[in-house]
Protein backbone atom coordinates (compact mmCIF):
# COMPACT_ATOMS: atom_id res chain seq x y z
CA UNK A 1 0.00 0.00 0.00
CA UNK A 2 1.71 3.37 -0.83
CA UNK A 3 2.12 5.43 1.85
CA UNK A 4 -0.38 8.50 2.00
CA UNK A 5 0.17 12.11 1.37
CA UNK A 6 0.59 13.76 4.74
CA UNK A 7 -2.33 15.81 6.09
CA UNK A 8 -2.21 19.62 5.79
CA UNK A 9 -4.47 20.56 8.43
CA UNK A 10 -2.32 23.88 9.83
CA UNK A 11 -2.30 27.00 8.34
CA UNK A 12 1.92 28.96 8.21
CA UNK A 13 3.00 32.05 8.07
CA UNK A 14 6.41 32.33 6.60
CA UNK A 15 8.80 35.61 6.78
CA UNK A 16 11.63 35.49 4.75
CA UNK A 17 14.73 36.52 6.14
CA UNK A 18 15.08 40.18 7.07
CA UNK A 19 11.16 40.62 6.72
CA UNK A 20 9.37 41.86 10.03
CA UNK A 21 6.83 39.18 11.60
CA UNK A 22 4.79 42.48 12.61
CA UNK A 23 3.92 42.71 8.57
CA UNK A 24 2.04 40.41 6.97
CA UNK A 25 3.78 37.48 6.04
CA UNK A 26 5.94 36.74 2.80
CA UNK A 27 3.92 33.25 2.44
CA UNK A 28 0.83 31.41 4.11
CA UNK A 29 0.63 27.75 3.00
CA UNK A 30 -0.99 24.51 4.81
CA UNK A 31 1.31 22.63 6.40
CA UNK A 32 2.03 19.84 9.34
CA UNK A 33 3.93 20.17 12.44
CA UNK A 34 5.79 17.09 13.39
CA UNK A 35 8.16 15.72 16.58
CA UNK A 36 11.58 15.81 14.69
CA UNK A 37 12.60 12.31 15.26
CA UNK A 38 10.90 10.34 12.71
CA UNK A 39 12.26 7.69 10.65
CA UNK A 40 15.16 9.79 9.77
CA UNK A 41 18.19 11.46 11.68
CA UNK A 42 17.19 14.10 12.63
CA UNK A 43 18.67 16.18 15.48
CA UNK A 44 20.98 17.72 17.08
CA UNK A 45 23.97 17.35 19.91
CA UNK A 46 24.47 21.30 19.09
CA UNK A 47 22.49 22.40 21.95
CA UNK A 48 19.06 21.15 24.51
CA UNK A 49 16.75 22.90 21.83
CA UNK A 50 14.86 19.67 19.81
CA UNK A 51 14.01 20.14 16.21
CA UNK A 52 10.52 19.73 15.29
CA UNK A 53 9.79 18.86 11.30
CA UNK A 54 7.22 21.37 9.26
CA UNK A 55 5.76 19.44 6.38
CA UNK A 56 4.15 21.79 3.72
CA UNK A 57 3.01 21.35 0.17
CA UNK A 58 5.53 20.50 -2.55
CA UNK A 59 6.96 23.68 -4.45
CA UNK A 60 6.17 25.56 -0.93
CA UNK A 61 8.88 28.78 -0.89
CA UNK A 62 10.66 27.72 2.17
CA UNK A 63 14.18 28.45 2.86
CA UNK A 64 16.62 26.62 5.37
CA UNK A 65 19.43 28.41 7.37
CA UNK A 66 21.63 25.47 5.39
CA UNK A 67 20.03 26.32 2.29
CA UNK A 68 20.92 29.83 1.86
CA UNK A 69 24.14 29.64 4.13
CA UNK A 70 23.04 31.82 6.71
CA UNK A 71 19.61 33.74 5.07
CA UNK A 72 16.62 31.27 7.42
CA UNK A 73 12.93 31.69 6.92
CA UNK A 74 10.78 32.23 10.15
CA UNK A 75 7.93 30.91 10.40
CA UNK A 76 4.50 30.65 12.85
CA UNK A 77 2.97 27.71 13.34
CA UNK A 78 0.12 27.93 13.39
CA UNK A 79 -1.35 31.24 12.10
CA UNK A 80 -2.25 33.04 15.58
CA UNK A 81 -0.74 31.07 17.73
CA UNK A 82 2.30 33.23 18.29
CA UNK A 83 4.92 30.00 18.49
CA UNK A 84 7.61 30.93 16.17
CA UNK A 85 10.45 29.08 14.70
CA UNK A 86 13.71 29.49 13.01
CA UNK A 87 14.16 26.78 9.74
CA UNK A 88 16.92 25.30 9.41
CA UNK A 89 17.40 23.02 6.95
CA UNK A 90 14.65 22.04 3.85
CA UNK A 91 14.55 19.37 1.40
CA UNK A 92 12.23 17.32 -0.55
CA UNK A 93 10.40 14.19 0.26
CA UNK A 94 8.95 11.05 -1.70
CA UNK A 95 9.90 12.87 -4.78
CA UNK A 96 7.73 11.97 -8.14
CA UNK A 97 5.18 10.02 -6.00
CA UNK A 98 1.89 10.99 -5.24
CA UNK A 99 2.29 11.90 -1.59
CA UNK A 100 5.53 14.05 -2.79
CA UNK A 101 5.62 17.46 -0.08
CA UNK A 102 8.60 19.39 1.86
CA UNK A 103 9.71 18.89 4.52
CA UNK A 104 11.67 21.45 6.69
CA UNK A 105 13.15 21.29 9.90
CA UNK A 106 12.79 24.17 12.01
CA UNK A 107 13.77 25.02 15.83
CA UNK A 108 11.99 27.37 18.44
CA UNK A 109 13.76 30.74 19.20
CA UNK A 110 15.03 31.35 22.46
CA UNK A 111 12.56 32.58 24.39
CA UNK A 112 9.89 32.11 21.46
CA UNK A 113 10.83 35.84 20.24
CA UNK A 114 11.16 36.18 16.61
CA UNK A 115 14.10 38.02 15.15
CA UNK A 116 14.24 41.40 15.07
CA UNK A 117 14.19 42.73 11.33
CA UNK A 118 16.79 44.24 9.73
CA UNK A 119 19.90 44.23 7.16
CA UNK A 120 21.48 41.09 6.74
CA UNK A 121 24.33 40.55 9.06
CA UNK A 122 27.83 41.35 8.88
CA UNK A 123 29.27 38.02 7.73
CA UNK A 124 32.71 37.03 9.18
CA UNK A 125 35.17 39.31 10.15
CA UNK A 126 39.05 38.90 8.64
CA UNK A 127 42.23 37.75 9.94
CA UNK A 128 44.41 39.40 12.60
CA UNK A 129 45.64 41.74 10.50
CA UNK A 130 42.44 42.33 8.52
CA UNK A 131 39.76 42.97 11.16
CA UNK A 132 36.53 44.14 10.29
CA UNK A 133 35.98 47.57 11.81
CA UNK A 134 33.14 48.21 14.39
CA UNK A 135 31.34 51.46 14.07
CA UNK A 136 30.56 52.97 17.40
CA UNK A 137 27.63 53.47 19.23
CA UNK A 138 26.03 51.42 15.97
CA UNK A 139 23.87 47.88 17.10
CA UNK A 140 26.22 45.54 14.29
CA UNK A 141 24.51 42.71 14.12
CA UNK A 142 27.33 39.66 13.45
CA UNK A 143 27.02 35.94 12.01
CA UNK A 144 29.78 33.63 11.98
CA UNK A 145 29.66 30.57 10.36
CA UNK A 146 30.66 27.26 11.77
CA UNK A 147 34.55 26.16 11.63
CA UNK A 148 37.12 26.02 13.85
CA UNK A 149 39.55 29.02 13.37
CA UNK A 150 38.52 32.68 14.56
CA UNK A 151 36.97 35.84 13.16
CA UNK A 152 38.36 39.20 14.26
CA UNK A 153 36.83 42.87 14.63
CA UNK A 154 38.18 46.01 15.95
CA UNK A 155 37.57 48.86 17.44
CA UNK A 156 37.98 52.84 16.21
CA UNK A 157 41.17 54.29 17.76
CA UNK A 158 41.09 54.20 20.78
CA UNK A 159 43.85 56.53 21.57
CA UNK A 160 41.76 59.69 23.61
CA UNK A 161 38.89 57.86 23.49
CA UNK A 162 37.17 55.32 26.19
CA UNK A 163 34.98 52.81 24.87
CA UNK A 164 33.03 49.76 25.89
CA UNK A 165 31.51 46.70 24.13
CA UNK A 166 28.17 45.01 24.56
CA UNK A 167 27.07 41.55 23.23
CA UNK A 168 23.58 40.71 23.43
CA UNK A 169 20.37 39.17 21.00
CA UNK A 170 22.60 35.75 21.04
CA UNK A 171 20.46 33.35 18.81
CA UNK A 172 22.87 30.36 18.94
CA UNK A 173 25.78 30.97 21.42
CA UNK A 174 28.27 28.56 21.22
CA UNK A 175 29.77 25.95 24.26
CA UNK A 176 32.84 26.91 26.11
CA UNK A 177 34.72 30.39 24.78
CA UNK A 178 32.80 32.61 23.04
CA UNK A 179 35.52 35.37 22.41
CA UNK A 180 38.75 36.89 23.55
CA UNK A 181 39.44 41.26 23.75
CA UNK A 182 43.16 41.76 22.87
CA UNK A 183 44.67 45.36 23.38
CA UNK A 184 46.30 45.53 19.97
CA UNK A 185 46.69 44.80 17.15
CA UNK A 186 50.72 43.40 16.81
CA UNK A 187 49.09 39.83 16.08
CA UNK A 188 52.49 38.54 17.49
CA UNK A 189 53.56 40.20 20.74
CA UNK A 190 49.20 41.09 21.75
CA UNK A 191 47.97 40.65 25.25
CA UNK A 192 44.59 39.40 26.09
CA UNK A 193 42.48 41.45 28.37
CA UNK A 194 39.37 39.51 29.07
CA UNK A 195 37.00 36.87 27.80
CA UNK A 196 33.83 38.40 25.96
CA UNK A 197 30.79 36.93 27.81
CA UNK A 198 27.43 34.98 26.50
CA UNK A 199 25.59 36.87 28.76
CA UNK A 200 23.00 38.88 27.33
CA UNK A 201 23.63 42.73 27.00
CA UNK A 202 26.98 41.67 29.10
CA UNK A 203 28.77 45.42 29.08
CA UNK A 204 32.75 45.13 29.22
CA UNK A 205 34.90 48.44 29.61
CA UNK A 206 37.60 48.01 26.74
CA UNK A 207 41.74 48.95 27.18
CA UNK A 208 43.46 51.97 25.49
CA UNK A 209 45.44 50.14 22.90
CA UNK A 210 49.24 50.84 22.41
CA UNK A 211 48.11 50.56 18.69
CA UNK A 212 45.26 52.89 18.82
CA UNK A 213 42.75 50.03 18.43
CA UNK A 214 41.11 47.50 20.60
CA UNK A 215 41.00 43.55 18.90
CA UNK A 216 37.73 41.70 19.68
CA UNK A 217 38.52 37.68 18.33
CA UNK A 218 35.35 35.52 18.11
CA UNK A 219 35.98 32.12 18.39
CA UNK A 220 34.38 29.90 15.69
CA UNK A 221 32.18 27.06 16.96
CA UNK A 222 32.42 23.57 14.56
CA UNK A 223 29.18 22.16 15.00
CA UNK A 224 27.01 25.72 14.85
CA UNK A 225 26.72 29.08 13.05
CA UNK A 226 26.69 31.57 15.72
CA UNK A 227 24.40 35.00 15.46
CA UNK A 228 24.68 38.31 17.81
CA UNK A 229 24.52 42.42 18.23
CA UNK A 230 27.63 43.93 18.82
CA UNK A 231 28.05 47.58 19.21
CA UNK A 232 30.71 49.60 20.68
CA UNK A 233 29.92 52.60 22.70
CA UNK A 234 31.38 55.91 23.73
CA UNK A 235 32.41 55.80 27.28
CA UNK A 236 33.12 53.56 30.45
CA UNK A 237 29.87 51.02 31.53
CA UNK A 238 26.97 52.79 32.91
CA UNK A 239 27.02 55.34 30.75
CA UNK A 240 27.55 59.27 32.71
CA UNK A 241 30.26 60.21 29.83
CA UNK A 242 33.84 59.27 30.35
CA UNK A 243 34.96 59.38 27.03
CA UNK A 244 36.95 62.58 26.54
CA UNK A 245 38.47 64.93 28.79
CA UNK A 246 37.88 69.43 27.93
CA UNK A 247 40.21 71.30 30.14
CA UNK A 248 39.02 74.99 30.09
CA UNK A 249 41.19 78.00 30.78
CA UNK A 250 40.08 78.31 34.44
CA UNK A 251 41.79 74.89 34.92
CA UNK A 252 38.60 72.56 35.53
CA UNK A 253 38.22 69.56 33.79
CA UNK A 254 34.66 68.37 31.93
CA UNK A 255 34.18 64.92 31.10
CA UNK A 256 32.44 64.51 28.22
CA UNK A 257 30.88 61.80 26.12
CA UNK A 258 31.61 62.80 22.21
CA UNK A 259 35.25 61.35 21.81
CA UNK A 260 37.47 64.04 21.32
CA UNK A 261 39.74 66.54 23.43
CA UNK A 262 39.59 70.28 23.23
CA UNK A 263 42.16 72.09 25.03
CA UNK A 264 41.21 76.28 25.15
Same mark, same amino acid.
Given at each position: ?? /??? =???? #? ?37 ? @????? #???? +? ?22 ? @? +?????? %? ?34 ? !?? $?? #? ?15 ? =?????? %? ?9 ? %? ?14 ? !? ?15 ? #? ?20 ? &? ?5 ? @????? &? ?6 ? !????? !????? $? ?13 ? /??
Amino acid at each position: MA /IPA =PAFN #LTINIWHFGSDTTNPPDEVVTGNLAWGKRTDSAGSTDDF @RPMMV #LLVP +WGTDIRGDWNTDGLPDTVEVADGD @R +WWYEVL %YVDRAGHSFPNQHMNAVIRLYRGNVPPAPGTPPVVG !GG $TC #LTAVTLPVDTPTAIEVP =PGTGSL %YYKTPATIGNV %YHVTVSDIATPAPGQF !GQIWDNLDCTTRTAEGL #LQQDVAHCQDLPSSVFGEVLLE &ISQNPHV @RQRFT &IEVGNGPC !GGGGG !GDTLV $TSSGDTLVTSSGDTL /IT
